[in-house]
């Protein structure tokens, strides 16, 4: 009987309780107390028909690293309601009505609910319009559509074929579902056949085949899909596929996108795929009987697999959604109306395989039809599974013995069945709880019986009638006839070490049978005995059961209790146990008293006897397997003294010897005097006696001194599975101290165990993997380290090692610490200890990046919303404050100062109008910051979602000192518009400084910005291109969109969405967009649309975001029609003829974006002859009436029938130049080059020699050169010779225009600067720089001179220096240049000049943003994208007033922001977490880069590696190409040296611990200098705290910590410090009797003997370098040792030599103490003296054959000078 303990009488042990509305979860017992309060309850309008808990993935199932997101699934009559985890809730329609869902793997199973009639009716009919219907359901996301569930079964008469349909047995029901497995057991109502199917995902090969046909006179198609029938006999039948409205009887009902359930169908999942319901409107009428799909008139009509694409929709996003697109790529889908049914096709998602079917049914079963009403997972105290079904009906319990192998695939094996009417299963005990037919409580292990639980308080008249499980607890209440509920549990399984071990070990070494016959046996005898008696009592079963005499009674204070245990041992009865109270004062368990009547089985006392010597031979390898493992140096004495007892009975004399030199105290226990010769008699009839068990027993220690002194040993025998330490231990040492060429096999050093076919495998793996890390590594410090890597040993594992491993491994890791291999894996990085490297080749979550690196949080302190990361610009521009004067020239939100001096003759009124005039022209300077401020600012911080973004004030008032008075200006004629474009700037620049890609930030806060306020519309208009500029305006929705976009908004409202969702859906074609844009343009309609009343800068915008939408397309429609409005004449209605110019060259920008970088290839469009009408725009001529005469001319304008270039050319030049961009056509070059003759110079406007030079520099890309002598080549020898008045009497002769050639020449220098600065793009190219700087001070030398300004003119002389200067602030972008900063402030004051306008101010303090571009973390592209969006933006035609866009409209001056790229590289210390300066080299596809982090480096496609090399930190080279990480963040980790301050604490170096062992000539002394200092250098927390405590107080061991340190800091090998201490401590010891010095003893000498080999490898290889650890020290250690050793001997009656006599001879009956047999030991041990049984010491032995002895044992020397005295003796 076993007793179970009653824990507490209980009335109610739901988990859940379910009523009608109403979900109630109760509270789960905890430390022995049981609330029946409810935890949480759910309520709900509708009734609830169950609740359950499920989990969904949130990517695809394959990744390895999806993370799930756990819900509560409630289950309603119209809809499935998730609540998860997160908080989110999420609403799934209803297509049908359901009958019961269940959890699954990944999803939710759904049942659809049958008739009565049809669950019932005969298998035969088919007539019933259900049976033709899918009855299973999955749903794998929240935001999924529920799919039909495919099922794939074995075919009858085809072979190893499968039947692939739909399940759609009305009669096939589901009885259980789990998720690990993901298994499904079904059973058919009829027969009352049970079966079991797989859940997997569907794959492309799961899909059913679909076949097309004409269903009536209509021509609509329908769909004909394989659906499974009556399972499993009938095959697959083709009948048609519909999903009807619930309208009607026996019909799936529809999905309604305007369902009040729908709404969470809005919602974006984490996903990039979608899915797209296809529906189709029915035109006519169809047969009842004969239900249709239709199909799209482009539908395939011909048999074949649904494909599976993904759709671009961003309406429902999952992993597992699909969509059924036609051969032209677009969707199928059409609207949703009331008035017509919609039917649905949806693919499965999951996909269902059969892999058992029950072949036995009994007749009562199929009388009945009763299915199984319980079936759960069990397994076996061995391990082995079960799934076991419960069939009330027949009183059964059905095993069925399964195996999962790594896919989740099940295998069933064996089956058992057994008397039962309940069960449960137990978990945690490998048991399950069985209710027999008698009302009897049995326990069973898989199908073997442990005993019966019998409760003291259950009345002998009460029947237990059924049991309940708790939770998977291990706790069961049972339920009596008399309604009592009694909470029980059983005794605990065995938790000592030792004992959970070795138990381990024979269930993986012994028969299955025997094996689990053995733990059962053992649980039954321990589980009333007290705690502390656990390992006596396992001591007690061992020797029974295997047949030993038994083990010596323990020693108790009562003689009663002596002769009780006496007694209790010799008839190991357990009764006799239980019924001994006072050996038991504190039982495992409290409460009512348990008791276990053990069953007859096994028969005999020693049920292992025959296997004795496998197990003894098992528990040595266990034994040899713990002393590698320090957590078990307290377990060892107790295991060696059990092998003591077990081997001593079996007469193993060597074996007891071992033991007792590792416990020198077993050397005083008793030994059995039997001559017998037991290793070789006969293992009995075991079924392991092919295990041959070693005559000399295995010791890892002396196998390890052996190895690491070079000499031959043999294969160390190991069983996998069991010692796993043991194994990688030995494979360790093999590799360290293999040297060859070819790869070592793994069976040259370890001999595996036979004991199962499992073990095998394991062995090959192994075995396969120990070949694999030795290819392509030459050193054998890296095949350790890639060892460790493999048998996954971590950091915290390699501190359970000895000290001699530990020492090898440390010594790898120091080897390999200072330059690792770039191809390892990422923890084989771990074990070295270079964190730095890990961390840098893992991704970096937004939550994991360094607090300060984190993107700083908006808020209302900052009022010039210029909160940036400035801790990395404080390093970055250490040296002095320009950051501060940066954010100072770019402020807007303090009055400007006006300091005019009142001249006497001035009235008060006329001084007051002077500065308020000064005002206004300051104010030009105040309205046209907010550009370059949004340069510096660009995605630097982050708002807080609750808040509305923070808007800096555009101040346009003064104060006047010296009494600061406010000035404005209100007195004067200011413009009254003049704010409105400034303001639009001044909020995109505050909406780009927000962070793209923040989860927290969705449509709602965008429209939560809207409803909380602004002041004008030009905010709101600002605040849309900013968000779409960012990616933030895709998450609104259409009709939000829509009503932005109406014309009742402000047109700017207009300008920011339709640029804002162009610019976020670049290159995406994405049909909803162009739907919008067309809609604003007329162009873009079709032909015949009706003329819309659009204001030009909404055409405008329309316009240029077409070219953003299709860039790269080709799309013939666009270009034609783009085309023809380059040179667009005015409208009879004017529609075109004002800002035309702006028209014009948006036109010809969109044109060159469509073409982007397509030259000459353009299929198609030959007859467009695209190069001749852009030249022909460029050149002028008679306009062409097949393109132009589609409107009439204007009435008020009167341009003739030739073209205006002046209007066509800028547009005609950009848009040749962006299509042959990069494509070096010398052919389309040729018509933009400079002319070279005075009258085509001035046939063209200056300013368009600017754009030639530009365009045909775009076109020969790769003949750009930085050069002053590139750029003289453009300019022509006439205006070389004549420009600013050159050889003025020449040119009289020729009547030169000294105008128009210094105007030719300022133009072409900005030409070419321009063309620098777009081909030097953020590559801070030196010699560009040098380029552009020259020209820069060129042209403001030029307009200092007021001769050359009266020749050439302010205003072309301003246009062309702000190009220049632009151009340079474009190649140093991010760089934060000081020269180019001094230019910008010079020419930034000039506000009384009137040709410095608006325009001038607003590219100069562009230049100014450009240098801190994004805080000095971003630099600007060279793609072809970047060059479109940079000529967009930096067009070098300035506004002339905040109201001007004549030329260009100033909302395309933002699309620089997708130019723009993260080039940031930040270093940072992974100790402290903060950046840090460390000189890098990057290495590009164009040479090498030397900079000191963090700054700014060229683009990451164009780098290939990064390597830091400096002597402060350690040294590595990083792939880039392989490491995504950094590339995506820019944070390179990096590990400072010991003994090194940072470059920010040290600048010059020399106040390191290292630089002053120099500076000090006591080395020792160098490091206690200065105790700060040394503090600062020692990362690592703990050895901090150490070296503080060690140097407090003076003493000898102070000392040696002190020593210690000081040579670990200068040798950088911190991680030998333990080491040392352990080693220091056993010499300490050495005096005292310790229970594992024998084992620190080995230790010692395994350091010794590695650092004699490394010294020997060391002057081989004639390569010096630092030891792990000090030979001078070790030394020391080993002849104090010796010393203390040579003293006791010598105390000792008749001294060493005669204890060693004794210990030859075999008589040690005079050692009688324990400090005598610790002296022997250690004297064995130190002096490598081999076993008494193994040499031969007699009188007859000389001494050659004493050394020959020893020498093929592998001996020292020292062995045979302490054994020659003994010959004499």
Request: aromatic letters at 6%; proline letters at 6%.
């Amino acid at each position: 009987m076993i007793t179970a303990k009653l824990v507490r009488e209980c009335s109610n042990r739901s988990k859940q309780h379910i009523s009608e509305h109403t979900v109630q979860y109760g509270g789960l017992p905890g430390d022995g107390v049981w609330s029946g309060q409810p935890q949480k309850t759910y309520t709900s309008d509708n009734k609830i028909k169950k609740s359950s808990q499920c989990y969904f993935y949130q990517s695809t199932k394959e990744d390895s690293k999806a993370a799930k997101l756990h819900c509560q699934c409630i289950l309603r009559e119209d809809v499935i309601q998730l609540l998860a985890v997160t908080g989110e809730v999420f609403t799934v329609p209803l297509l049908f009505p359901v009958e019961t869902v269940w959890p699954m793997d990944g999803g939710l199973l759904i049942e659809r609910s049958l008739s009565a009639a049809n669950a019932t009716s005969n298998a035969g009919d088919q007539s019933s319009l259900d049976e033709g219907l899918p009855v299973m359901f999955s749903l794998l996301h929240p935001l999924d559509d529920v799919s039909p569930i495919v099922c794939r079964y074995p075919s009858t008469g085809l072979g190893d074929q499968t039947v692939l349909g739909y399940q759609c047995d009305p009669n096939m029901i589901v009885v259980y579902c789990s998720c690990d497995p993901s298994l499904l057991i079904c059973c058919d109502v009829i027969s009352g056949r049970h079966s079991a199917w797989i859940m997997k995902p569907a794959s492309d090969q799961d899909i059913p085949p679909v076949k097309s046909s004409v269903s009536d006179a209509s021509g609509s198609a329908a769909l004909n899909v394989s659906l499974v029938g009556k399972f499993p006999s009938s095959p697959s039948l083709p009948y048609p596929l519909q999903l009807t409205p619930m309208g009607t009887q026996r019909a799936l009902p529809s999905f309604r996108r305007d369902s009040p359930h729908c709404h969470m169908a809005q919602r974006e999942s984490p996903f990039g795929t979608a899915v797209t319901l296809i529906s189709a409107h029915q035109q006519t009428k169809a047969s009842p009987h004969k239900p249709v799909v239709p199909l799209p008139n482009n539908a395939p009509q011909s048999v074949g697999i649904i494909p599976r694409t993904k759709s671009l929709s961003p309406m429902m996003l999952s992993p597992y959604a699909h969509t059924l697109q036609s051969s032209s790529g677009s969707s199928w889908s059409t609207g949703y109306s009331e008035e017509h049914s919609l039917h649905y096709l949806l693919l499965p998602n999951s996909c269902m395989s059969l892999v058992w079917e029950e072949t036995n049914i009994p007749h009562t079963r199929i009388a009945t039809r009763e299915h199984t009403t319980e079936v759960f997972f069990t397994d076996d105290i061995c391990g082995q599974k079960y799934l076991a079904m419960l069939f009330p009906v027949d009183k059964q319990l059905r095993l069925l013995e399964c195996s999962v192998r790594g896919d989740h695939a099940v295998q069933f094996g064996m089956t058992y069945d057994m008397s039962a009417s309940h069960a449960i299963p137990l978990k945690d005990y490998h048991m399950m709880v069985v209710l027999s037919v008698g009302g009897h409580v049995l326990l069973y292990s898989g199908h073997t019986m442990v005993g019966e639980v019998c409760v003291d308080k259950c009345s002998a008249f009460d029947v237990v009638t059924s049991i309940i499980s708790d939770c998977d607890r291990p706790h069961f209440t049972i339920v009596t006839t008399s309604d009592d509920m009694l909470h029980c549990t059983l005794p605990s399984l065995p938790s000592h070490p030792l004992v959970c071990r070795i138990l381990s070990a024979l269930a993986q070494v012994l028969p299955i049978a025997e094996a689990r016959d053995a733990l059962l046996h053992h649980y039954c005898y321990s589980h009333v005995l007290p705690c502390n008696q656990e390992w006596l009592a396992f001591q007690l079963w061992l020797t029974k059961v295997i047949g030993i005499d038994l083990y010596p009674v323990p020693i108790s204070d009562s003689a009663d209790n002596n002769k009780l245990w006496r007694k209790a041992v010799q008839s190991c009865d357990p009764v006799l146990l239980r019924n001994i109270p006072a050996l038991s004062p504190s039982y495992r368990h409290c409460g009512s008293s348990i008791s276990l009547q053990s069953l007859p089985r096994p028969t005999g006392p020693a049920v292992l006897q025959s296997y004795r010597k496998v197990i003894a031979y098992v528990l040595h390898l266990l034994y040899e397997d713990m002393k590698l493992n320090v957590l078990y140096n307290s377990n060892l004495v107790d295991m060696a003294t059990l092998l003591h007892h077990i081997t001593s009975q079996l007469h193993w004399d060597q074996y007891v010897d071992h033991y007792c030199r590792d416990f020198p105290q077993l050397f005083t226990k008793p030994v059995s005097t039997s001559d017998s010769s037991p290793m070789e008699e006969d293992n009995g009839s075991c079924d392991l006696s092919h295990i041959t068990i070693a005559a000399i027993p295995p010791n890892v220690m002396l196998w390890l001194l052996r190895k690491l002194e070079g000499k031959e040993v043999g294969r160390f025998p190991v069983i996998e599975c069991v010692t796993d330490r043991l194994c990688s231990v030995v494979k360790l040492c093999g590799l360290y101290c293999w040297h060859a060429n070819h790869p070592l096999m793994l069976v040259e050093l370890v001999s595996p165990l036979e004991v199962g076919q499992e073990c095998s495998e394991a062995f090959r793996t192994a075995c396969e993997g120990y070949e694999k890390i030795q290819q392509g590594h030459s050193s054998h410090y890296d095949r350790v380290i890639l060892c460790l890597a493999r048998e996954e040993f971590a950091p915290k594992d390699l501190v359970t090692l000895p000290v001699g491993i530990s020492l090898l491994i440390q010594n790898c890791i120091t080897r390999c610490q200072h330059f690792p291999p770039t191809n390892w894996p990422v923890m084989a990085y771990d074990i070295i200890g270079r964190k730095d490297i890990v961390k840098s080749l893992q991704a970096l979550p937004q939550q994991v990046i360094p607090g300060n690196l984190q993107v700083p949080f908006m808020d209302d302190s900052d009022e010039d919303s210029m909160k940036m990361d400035y801790e990395v610009l404080s390093q970055r521009f250490s040296e002095d404050l320009r950051i501060n004067e940066v954010r100072k020239l770019l402020r807007s939100t303090v009055p400007v100062r006006i300091a005019i001096t009142q001249l006497p003759e001035i009235s008060d009124h006329e001084f007051i109008e002077q500065q308020e005039t000064r005002l206004l022209a300051v104010c030009q300077r105040t309205m046209a910051l907010p550009v370059g401020r949004g340069m510096l600012t660009l995605s630097t911080c982050q708002p807080v979602p609750t808040t509305v973004l923070h808007i800096p004030k555009l101040n346009l008032s003064g104060r006047a000192p010296p009494r600061n008075t406010a000035i404005g200006i209100d007195h004067i004629g200011a413009p009254t518009n003049m704010e409105v474009w400034p303001a639009f700037h001044n909020v995109v620049s505050a909406g780009l400084s927000v962070m793209p890609g923040l989860p927290h930030l969705d449509s709602a806060w965008v429209g939560y910005n809207k409803a909380s306020g602004w002041e004008t519309t030009s905010n709101w208009a600002g605040f849309l291109l900013a968000m779409g500029l960012q990616g933030y305006l895709s998450q609104m929705t259409a009709d939000r969109i829509y009503s932005i976009t109406d014309k009742n908004h402000h047109e700017l409202a207009t300008v920011g969405m339709l640029l804002g969702l162009a610019a976020e859906k670049c290159g995406s074609m994405n049909p909803q967009v162009a739907q919008l844009l067309a809609l604003h343009c007329q162009p873009l309609l079709p032909a015949g649309s009706a003329e819309l009343d659009v204001t030009h800068s909404v055409q405008i915008a329309a316009l240029a975001g077409a070219g953003l939408l299709h860039m790269g397309s080709a799309q013939r429609h666009l270009v034609e029609v783009l085309l023809n409005k380059i040179g667009c004449p005015p409208g009879p209605e004017l529609e075109y003829a004002v800002d035309r110019e702006s028209y014009s060259l948006v036109a010809g920008l969109s044109l060159g974006m469509i073409t982007l970088g397509c030259g000459s290839n353009l299929p198609g469009m030959d007859d467009l002859e695209l190069v001749a009408h852009l030249y022909h725009y460029i050149n002028g001529g008679i306009r062409k009436t097949s393109s132009d005469a589609s409107k009439t001319g204007a009435h008020l304008i009167l341009e003739g029938d030739h073209v205006n270039t002046h209007v066509t050319t800028a547009g005609a030049v950009l848009a040749l130049a962006l299509m042959f961009l990069k494509t070096n056509s010398t052919n389309a070059a040729n018509g933009l080059l400079t002319p070279d003759t005075l009258y085509q110079l001035e046939a063209i406007r200056p300013d368009f020699l600017l754009l030639r030079v530009l365009g045909h520099s775009l076109i020969m890309w790769d003949s750009v050169r930085p050069t002053t002598n590139w750029v003289q080549q453009h300019i022509p020898k006439l205006v070389q010779q004549y420009a600013f008045g050159k050889k003025t009497g020449t040119a009289m002769e020729v009547q030169v225009d000294f105008e128009t050639v210094s105007q030719a020449e300022l133009n072409i220098i900005a030409g070419c600067c321009m063309s620098l600065g777009f081909r030097f793009a953020g590559t801070n190219d030196s010699e560009a720089f040098k380029t552009l700087l020259h020209y820069n001070k060129y042209l403001i030398s030029r307009i200092d001179s007021p001769a050359a300004v009266e020749q050439a003119g302010r205003s072309c002389m301003e246009g062309c220096l702000v190009a220049s200067l632009l151009a340079l602030a474009m190649v140093m972008s991010g760089s934060g240049n000081l020269e180019v900063m001094r230019l910008v402030k010079k020419l930034r004051i000039r506000v009384t000049t009137p040709e410095v306008t608006y325009g001038s101010h607003m590219a100069i303090h562009m230049s100014l943003g450009l240098l801190f571009l994004g805080g000095g973390r971003c630099s600007l592209s060279t793609s072809n994208k970047a060059i479109a969006a940079m000529l967009c933006a930096f067009y070098p035609k300035f506004p002339s007033n905040s109201m001007d866009n004549r030329y260009h409209l100033q909302a395309l001056r933002h699309l620089y922001v997708l130019a723009v790229e993260r080039r940031v590289l930040v270093t940072v210390d992974v100790d402290s977490g903060k950046a840090c300066s460390v000189p890098v080299c990057v290495t590009t596809n164009h040479g090498t880069l030397s900079a000191l982090s963090p700054c700014i480096v060229p683009s990451w496609e164009n780098i290939s590696k990064i390597k830091i090399d400096c002597p402060r930190y350690w040294q590595f080279t990083l792939d880039v190409e392989n490491c995504s990480a950094v590339t995506t963040s820019g944070i390179v980790f990096v590990k400072r040296r010991v003994g090194h301050l940072s470059y920010e604490d040290d600048k010059d170096g020399h106040c390191g611990n290292l630089s002053l062992a120099v500076l000090v000539p006591n080395h020792h002394r160098a490091i206690h200098v200065d105790a700060a200092t040394n503090q600062s250098s020692i990362s690592d927390p703990i050895l901090r705290n150490f070296w503080n405590t060690s140097v407090e107080k003076k003493s000898s061991w102070n000392t040696f910590c002190s020593n210690v340190l000081t040579e670990c800091i200068a040798d950088e090998k911190l991680n030998v410090v333990p080491l040392y201490l352990q080693l220091e401590q056993l010499c300490h010891q050495s005096s005292l009797v310790s229970p594992t010095k024998i084992l620190d003893l080995w230790q010692f000498k395994l350091c010794q003997t590695l650092c004699s080999t490394e010294s020997e490898v060391s002057e081989k290889s004639q390569e010096y370098f630092t030891m792990v650890m000090s030979s001078e020290y070790l030394h020391s250690i080993e002849m104090s040792l010796l010393k203390e050793t040579e003293t006791k001997g010598k105390c000792n009656e008749g001294g060493l030599d005669q204890l060693l006599g004794y210990y030859m001879k075999g008589d040690l009956s005079k050692v009688l103490s324990l400090e005598t047999a610790d002296l022997l030991a250690t004297a064995l041990i130190l002096y490598d003296i081999p076993s008494k049984h193994i040499i031969k010491l007699d009188p007859s032995t000389t001494l050659p054959d004493l050394y020959l002895q020893l020498k093929s044992l592998g001996a020292s020397a020292t062995a045979v000078t302490r054994l020659l005295p003994l010959l004499q003796l």
